[in-house]
């Protein structure tokens, strides 16, 4: 890999699509081209790249391949309802600062009101949350800045992330305008269980990402369960990708078929069959309407799954 300098740092990110497909592949995420180009332009244009799908596709996992292929800091913000900037930005940490107030007034100290405002509200006082720590230097260069699932934030949280992602900037009231030297790179995820605003939209770069084709897949779970053998990977991934053509409430993603795979070797157990399936499903399904569906088909299901499908002859 021939990587191009990231201005201003030192280090460096890939310098084509190959390369950037390359990189993801060595830390064990196999991404199609699709999301490999998605990935260059965002390092390339220096823009945040908002990855929307269903839970269990990945998408998390782009951000930490990217920081580990790029020896970068990852710092995630994990969103959630109720979300703040007191959480996801910063915060005053106002026990030291009242320590500071007796201190000056124990001394004697003859300070004016603007002088001990000025004071208490110094860097010193501050605590960083995420996206503050995102827009300051660090050694090994831009970090790597992960919102995860931004669907679960309230709506409103997201007119605060307007500043960070256009102009890599935020705004503290009592210090003025903090701005990254460097912008980090910016991933966005979203479960899409609410539609995400289109002023968020338009300051990112977008990737819809699917489920893995079964080739893929199967690369994938070879990659994360080295121990399991090429016949029963053949089974598992023929089967879970099977079920999610089966109109279930929430369809396994690739984490589940990883799960799945680590819990048959745990078992110590190297073929597929209706027993095992059965005492295995739960590792694959986490709602009782889908655990009901599937097993009123459990005597068919297996004889429906080819021991090596086609698609993934070798």
């Known amino acids: 890999m021939r990587p191009r300098a990231d201005a201003g740092v030192g280090t460096t990110v890939p310098a084509s699509v190959a390369e950037t497909e390359q990189l993801l592949a060595e830390q064990a995420y196999f991404a199609d081209h699709a999301l490999s180009v998605a990935v260059f332009l965002a390092l390339s244009l220096k823009r945040p790249l908002l990855i929307e799908g269903e839970a269990g596709v990945g998408k998390t996992e782009v951000a930490k391949a990217l920081a580990t292929g790029l020896g970068r800091k990852l710092i995630r913000l994990q969103c959630h309802e109720g979300l703040d900037v007191v959480s996801a930005a910063y915060e005053w940490n106002h026990l030291r600062q009242m320590l500071e107030l007796r201190m000056a007034e124990a001394a004697g100290e003859p300070r004016s009101r603007d002088e001990l405002t000025a004071d208490i509200f110094a860097p010193r006082f501050l605590i960083r949350r995420p996206l503050l720590q995102a827009l300051e230097p660090q050694p090994e260069g831009a970090p790597v800045l992960l919102i995860d699932e931004i669907d679960r934030a309230d709506a409103p949280f997201e007119a605060f992330l307007l500043e960070i992602l256009s102009d890599f900037q935020m705004t503290v009231p009592e210090l003025g305008t903090v701005r990254a030297a460097v912008p980090p790179i910016v991933i966005v995820t979203s479960n899409r269980t609410r539609e995400i605003h289109d ?103 297996l004889s429906t799954v080819p021991v090596k499908p086609k698609s993934l002859s070798r």
């Not at 968020?200 to 699917?210: A, E, F, Q, S």
């Not at 655990?291 to 005597?299: D, E, Q």
């Open 199 to 301: 002023a968020l939209k338009r300051r990112c770069l977008y990737h819809w990402l699917n489920y893995p084709d079964a080739q893929r897949e199967t690369q994938i779970l070879r990659r994360r369960a080295p121990a399991i053998n090429q016949q029963l990977a053949d089974q598992l991934v023929a089967y879970v990708q099977d079920l999610r053509n089966r109109g279930l409430f929430k369809p396994p993603g690739i984490a589940e078929t990883i799960d799945w795979a680590h819990a048959i070797l745990a078992l110590g157990r190297h073929a597929l069959n209706d027993e095992l399936l059965s005492d295995t499903l739960g590792v694959l399904l986490k709602y009782e309407e889908d655990l009901a569906l599937v097993r009123r088909g459990l005597g068919d299901d």
